[in-house]
């Protein structure tokens, strides 16, 4: 008997939402936090110019700023669906301008390929999809 089947179904399964949520918070704050902490936000910006879209730099600061906030959301439970789509379709653009590119694989058989976007894409779709629409409240690991 494994220790997890004592536990009531409906708290394992929120229980395991809410490991899924703490998780993304800290890989989506991870981006954030180490393209400020490097100082790389301004090549981000330029970067993103060179490619074609307008103002560049204050799109870099915006998306820097919503990894960095929106895991603090997360982990409290508000806004859980707007920031999880918002998100997936911050690194569905990634793979698009950048991933694609470079293959499926981000590491072993290509390098910075597209595998482990489509995977914070996909749980950060389904997180969305689970979570309760009223974001006012955070979410209850009892009941969600």
């Not at 603090?72 to 707007?82: D, F, Y």
């Not at 998100?87 to 793979?95: D, E, K, P, R, T």
């Not at 389904?126 to 309760?132: D, R």
């Not at 974001?135 to 009892?142: E, F, H, R, V």
Request: aromatic share 8%; charged share 10%.
């Amino acid at each position: 008997m494994t220790p997890f089947r004592s536990i009531d179904p409906a708290r394992r399964q929120a229980l395991s939402w809410t490991v899924l949520r703490f998780t993304l918070a800290g890989l989506v704050a991870a981006h954030g936090v180490a393209r400020f902490g490097y100082d790389a936000v301004a090549p981000f910006g330029l970067w993103l110019q060179s490619q074609g879209w307008p103002q560049g730099p204050a799109l870099a600061i915006g998306i820097t700023g919503l990894e960095i906030i929106a895991p603090l959301l997360l982990v409290l439970g508000r806004c859980v669906r707007p920031l999880c789509l918002l998100l997936a379709a911050v690194y569905a653009m990634g793979i698009v301008l950048v991933h694609a590119k470079a293959g499926w694989f981000v590491v072993g058989l290509g390098r910075n390929g597209s595998e482990y976007s489509v995977l914070l894409i996909i749980c950060l779709l389904l997180l969305a999809l689970q979570h309760p629409a009223s974001s006012s409240t955070p979410s209850n690991p009892k009941t969600s």
